[in-house]
């Protein structure tokens, strides 16, 4: 709006100037009064300093791209409907019930770690649960559920951090240990029932970010989150987001589906399966992939699978295919929601943290973090890692519209599939909730509440 209404002044300033002289009411050395002239060149100083800072933002500022669930991944073909109505039909259509677990055990990201300074308090919502995740003043991370067993109000929401290392309820002012979750003050009781406390969650950071151990029944973590240990060499080019509506497990089973990746990923560009699939350009410029997924070789490390992508990208023209690109992808999935992907590319090397949380049942967070080596241009990197986010919107249209279902038809050459929902199982327990027919979430190893 201010550009548009700047640039309309200068042109204003300059075309009123020169229509006075031509139409001979005005001599050749007629100039506006000075403050008119004055405005003007403000004008013109403030829509160069804007454009420069556009400028400046395409070729230095890191990516940084979040899509809301009605961004991208439905297709609207019924305009009776509005948009959001499509994608809430979308989504009660798909709970069927016959799915594995909503949540599997693991780590899971919930924040990157700048978000959240010493002494603040943050409300976060992931695995269908309200949160208060703080910094303490020694500037260790906590998560406690958010709910306060007192009157339940909500920590998250004007809690603070108070005694170096416990979150205080905004409401009467009792207090929780950050590393307990026990009930430590009540402020204006001579006695503390010491038996009260409140979910306390386990947390780590690694590669700067914040992560929350999930598991249905409790306990401590099963495994350390190792760092990706490229990142020290590369630099950061920015991170993107999406919010995805399908069972949590298509999202890395998506690695050992390999015989999709020369179907949909074939076009090199575009996210709208619908349009680009046709398109001139993607007819003569296609990925041709061939890939390898493999279950985990270290038996003291069960909860991690590689796979392996190298990926041509061509130009065919009278079906002789000139090769343009050779990329190499090495990716280590570790547990069900992180993965380390290494890119190797003639030209320089690269580094995507894949992530995803589950947010509630069928809704997941889904973030990538990109770096590069650092002598590369933030808008070359940037160009590549948003081709290779049309790629992941790609996805997100099959896992948006799709039902996941435990026993698919598979072919022998899908083997990797099989393999991979067999490892996946280990991330889900006897009490890991579940979604039943009718929608709802049930948690088989709580007790039913009582009724009011
Ligand atoms: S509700 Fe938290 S102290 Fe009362
Ligand atoms: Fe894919």
Known sequence: MLIEYLIRITVMVITSERLLILMGLCDESFHFPVMIRVVFNAAVAIVIALVMSKLYKVLFAPLDLRRKLEDVGYVHHDHSVSREENIRDTQ???????????????????????????????????????????????????????????????????GKVVNSDCLECPFHGWKFSGETGKLVDVPYAQKVPTFVSVKKWSCCEVDGMAYLWYHCDGGEPKWVLPSSVT??????????????????????????????????????????????????????????????????????????????????????????????????FEIDQIGPGAVHIHVRTPFFRGLMLQNVTPIEPFVQKLTHSFYVSPWVPVCIAKAFYLLETTQIE????????????????LVKEESALAKHRRWYQQFYSENSPRMNHRGDLVYPGKPKLADW
């Not at 190298?310 to 009278?318: E, P, V, W």
């Open 92 to 158: 009660r259509r798909k709970k069927l019930g016959n799915t594995p677990p909503v949540f599997p055990n693991g780590w899971f990201k919930v924040a990157d770690s700048t978000w959240i300074k010493k002494g603040q308090v943050k409300s976060i919502y992931f695995f269908g649960e309200q949160l208060a995740l703080f910094r303490n003043k020694r500037g260790l991370l906590r998560a406690l559920d958010a709910y306060c067993p007192h009157l339940l109000a909500n920590m998250a929401a004007g």
């Open 231 to 328: 990142i020290n060499t590369l630099k950061y080019a920015g991170k993107t987001e999406h919010i995805i509506n399908s069972h949590i497990q298509d999202i890395p089973e998506n690695a050992a589906d390999i015989s999709h990746l020369d179907h949909l990923h074939k076009p090199v560009i575009g996210s709208d399966v619908e349009k680009t699939n046709e398109s001139l350009l993607n007819n003569l410029i296609f990925h041709s992939i061939q890939a390898s997924w493999k279950p985990p070789t270290d038996p003291n490390e069960p909860h991690r699978s590689t796979m392996s992508i190298k990926d041509n990208i061509h130009l065919s023209i009278f079906n002789i295919k000139i090769p343009l690109l050779y990329l190499e």
């Open 394 to 409: 790609r996805d997100i249209l099959m896992w948006n519209n799709k039902t996941y279902f435990r026993q698919p038809v």
